[in-house]
């Protein structure tokens, strides 16, 4: 009986009609971040540097497509949402944080994969205080779901998008260190992903 009722944790509650909004809130939201690498100069110089840079795209992109497709394994078994206040709340700040990332942006400087596409390091909004909010954000969106569908499931894409956010955090930021001689100094001042933490 356990083993049936693991299997049933990944059927979709035909009785969810929240599962297509569900799903297509999810894929708005995470893709505007599919890349919140800073505004830099585009192209690196040298056959050496593009091969390195295009391993460097090639291992953002990928955890990218991964975490995309763990939330839709979230949306199908209707896991996602949830009438949870601490979920809701949650989940409403995650939108809100990456709505405010997103909108410190500069017209045109959005990437697909990590590649730098402007021409500063960006300093504003919620970039003052973490470099990767959208990957911020994409982690408090998952991790309320998760709570608030706590199994063995929901636990195992939990830390699955977390290892693969942080792969890309560091793959993105190898690139923004090359591109940026600033961006150690800018690094130094802020966290990563969670304000004064980490």
Known sequence: MPALSYVRTWRPDPSERHLPFSVAVAAWVYTHPVSESQDAIPGLRGACAEESESSLMLASTLPLIFILAA???????????????????????????????????????????????????IRRGPYRFIRHPMYSAALLFVWAAVIG?????TLAVGVAVTCVAVARVI????????????????????????????
């Open 149 to 153: 569908h706590l199994s063995r499931l």
């Open 71 to 121: 939330i839709a394994v979230l949306g199908v078994t209707g896991n996602l949402f949830s009438a949870s206040p601490f979920v809701v709340t949650a989940q409403i700040a995650a939108i809100g944080l990456n709505v405010w990332a997103r909108r410190s942006f500069q017209k045109g400087t959005f990437r697909v994969t990590a590649a730098p596409a402007g021409h500063s390091i």
């Open 171 to 198: 793959a993105e930021e190898r690139l923004l260190r090359k591109q940026y001689p600033d961006y150690s100094d800018y690094a130094r001042d802020t966290k990563s992903l969670v304000p004064y933490l980490f």
